[in-house]
C-alpha cells in the first residue's frame, strides 16, 4: 500500500476537500482523485461519500483514519530513529504553541535551528486552546501551566513571572496605577481561554511572599480568547495588559510599552514543551527541548541583568 495514498487520504480526511488536500500536497486534483480510488480500490471499501457540493467521510473511511495516522506516526518514528544512529537529526516535526509567543519568539528561534538541520521540517499550528494531539496530528505542545494528563511528558523549559504592562501614550493620558486597587479605575484588556474570563488578576504585596495574595477583579472594553491579540492592543495603547514576560520581552526593549506595579509580584509560570507519550521522544524533540531551554534562559539573564 502506497504512503503517499496514505498521507493523500489523511490531508483529504482534515479538509475535507480534494482539491484543498491536492494543493496541500502540490499534486493536480485528477492526481489525488486518481489515488483515492486506488485506495479505496486496494481496501475493497468506499472511504468518502462524495456529491457535487460536499465531501463526507464514511464510518469505514473513520475507522481506517484511526489506523493510518498511527500507521504513518510509527513510520515517521521508525525514519527518525534511522536517522538518530546516524548521528542525524531529521524528520518532521508537527508543533503547537501559544499564538504570541510563537510569532514574537519561536519564528525566529525555528528558523535557526532549521538552518542548521537541513534534514528537520517543522510545521507550526499556532493558538491559545487545549491541543489535542491526535485529533491535530500533533507532536509537541508548548504550553504554560500545569500538566493535567499523567500519561504525557512534560519537559520545563523555563519559569517566566506575570507582567501588568501598557503603552506609554496609554498612560500619559489615563494616569499610572501605583497600587492594584488603581486597576478599577482603568481599561484591562482582558484574556478569555477556554470560554473562561480571565478577570481577577492575582498579586504578592512588595516582593513578600509571605503576605496575603492581592486580588483585584478588573474590567474593560475589550477581551479576547487569542493573546497576541491582547498583545496588540496593549501596544496600541488601548489599556493595560497581564502578560507572560517572555510575551512582552520585544515590546519591552523597544520602548513600546512599560512595566507597571513593579513593587508587586505576580503569580510565575512555568513553560512546557508536552509530548502525548515517551514513543515521541526523537533526536529531534531532544534538540529542539536544548536549544529553547537555551534561549529562554538568555532572554530570563537579560531581563535581570
Given at each position: 500500500?502506497?504512503?503517499?495514498?496514505?498521507?493523500l487520504?489523511?490531508?483529504?480526511?482534515?479538509?475535507?476537500?480534494?482539491?484543498?488536500?491536492?494543493e496541500?500536497?502540490d499534486?493536480?486534483?485528477?492526481?489525488?482523485?486518481?489515488?483515492?480510488?486506488?485506495?479505496?480500490?486496494?481496501?475493497?471499501?468506499?472511504?468518502f461519500?462524495?456529491?457535487?457540493?460536499?465531501?463526507?467521510?464514511?464510518?469505514?473511511?473513520?475507522?481506517?483514519?484511526?489506523?493510518c495516522?498511527?500507521?504513518?506516526?510509527?513510520?515517521d518514528?521508525?525514519k527518525?530513529s534511522?536517522?538518530?544512529?546516524?548521528?542525524?537529526?531529521?524528520?518532521?516535526?508537527?508543533?503547537?504553541?501559544p499564538?504570541?509567543?510563537?510569532?514574537?519568539?519561536?519564528?525566529?528561534?525555528?528558523?535557526?535551528?532549521?538552518?542548521?538541520?537541513?534534514?528537520?521540517?517543522?510545521?507550526?499550528?499556532?493558538?491559545?486552546?487545549?491541543?489535542?494531539?491526535?485529533?491535530?496530528?500533533?507532536?509537541?505542545?508548548?504550553?504554560?501551566?500545569?500538566?493535567?494528563?499523567?500519561?504525557?511528558v512534560?519537559?520545563p523549559?523555563?519559569?517566566?513571572?506575570?507582567?501588568?504592562?501598557?503603552?506609554?501614550?496609554?498612560?500619559?493620558?489615563?494616569?499610572?496605577?501605583?497600587?492594584?486597587?488603581?486597576?478599577?479605575?482603568?481599561?484591562?484588556?482582558?484574556?478569555?481561554?477556554?470560554?473562561?474570563?480571565?478577570?481577577?488578576?492575582?498579586?504578592?504585596?512588595?516582593?513578600?511572599?509571605?503576605?496575603?495574595?492581592i486580588?483585584?477583579?478588573?474590567?474593560?472594553?475589550?477581551?479576547?480568547?487569542?493573546?497576541?491579540?491582547?498583545?496588540?492592543?496593549?501596544v496600541?495603547g488601548?489599556?493595560?495588559?497581564?502578560?507572560?514576560?517572555?510575551?512582552?520581552?520585544?515590546?519591552?526593549?523597544?520602548?513600546?510599552?512599560?512595566?507597571?506595579?513593579?513593587?508587586?509580584?505576580?503569580?510565575?509560570?512555568?513553560?512546557?514543551?508536552?509530548?502525548?507519550?515517551r514513543?515521541?521522544?526523537?533526536?529531534?524533540?531532544?534538540?529542539?527541548?536544548?536549544?529553547?531551554?537555551?534561549?529562554?534562559?538568555?532572554?530570563?539573564e537579560?531581563?535581570?541583568?
Amino acid at each position: 500500500m502506497n504512503t503517499n495514498d496514505l498521507s493523500l487520504f489523511i490531508h483529504i480526511a482534515d479538509s475535507a476537500s480534494i482539491s484543498r488536500a491536492a494543493e496541500q500536497l502540490d499534486i493536480t486534483t485528477a492526481a489525488a482523485s486518481a489515488a483515492l480510488k486506488r485506495l479505496e480500490s486496494q481496501l475493497e471499501v468506499q472511504l468518502f461519500i462524495r456529491s457535487t457540493r460536499r465531501l463526507r467521510i464514511t464510518a469505514a473511511g473513520e475507522r481506517f483514519l484511526v489506523y493510518c495516522r498511527a500507521a504513518l506516526s510509527q513510520l515517521d518514528a521508525g525514519k527518525a530513529s534511522l536517522h538518530a544512529l546516524q548521528g542525524k537529526v531529521a524528520g518532521e516535526l508537527r508543533i503547537s504553541a501559544p499564538s504570541d509567543l510563537g510569532r514574537n519568539l519561536l519564528l525566529g528561534w525555528i528558523d535557526e535551528i532549521m538552518a542548521q538541520h537541513s534534514d528537520l521540517s517543522i510545521s507550526l499550528s499556532l493558538g491559545d486552546s487545549i491541543t489535542d494531539f491526535y485529533l491535530n496530528r500533533i507532536d509537541l505542545a508548548i504550553r504554560y501551566g500545569a500538566l493535567e494528563d499523567s500519561s504525557m511528558v512534560a519537559f520545563p523549559l523555563a519559569s517566566t513571572e506575570g507582567l501588568l504592562c501598557a503603552s506609554p501614550a496609554y498612560l500619559a493620558s489615563h494616569g499610572t496605577p501605583q497600587q492594584p486597587s488603581d486597576l478599577s479605575q482603568h481599561n484591562c484588556l482582558l484574556y478569555q481561554r477556554n470560554s473562561r474570563l480571565h478577570d481577577v488578576w492575582e498579586f504578592t504585596g512588595n516582593g513578600d511572599s509571605g503576605s496575603e495574595p492581592i486580588k483585584v477583579r478588573v474590567a474593560g472594553d475589550r477581551s479576547s480568547n487569542d493573546s497576541e491579540v491582547v498583545r496588540r492592543w496593549a501596544v496600541a495603547g488601548k489599556g493595560i495588559a497581564y502578560k507572560s514576560r517572555f510575551d512582552m520581552d520585544q515590546d519591552l526593549r523597544a520602548g513600546r510599552v512599560v512595566s507597571l506595579l513593579t513593587d508587586y509580584s505576580l503569580r510565575p509560570a512555568q513553560l512546557n514543551l508536552i509530548c502525548p507519550n515517551r514513543k515521541h521522544i526523537t533526536p529531534a524533540v531532544l534538540l529542539l527541548r536544548d536549544i529553547f531551554r537555551d534561549k529562554f534562559a538568555q532572554l530570563i539573564e537579560q531581563s535581570t541583568g
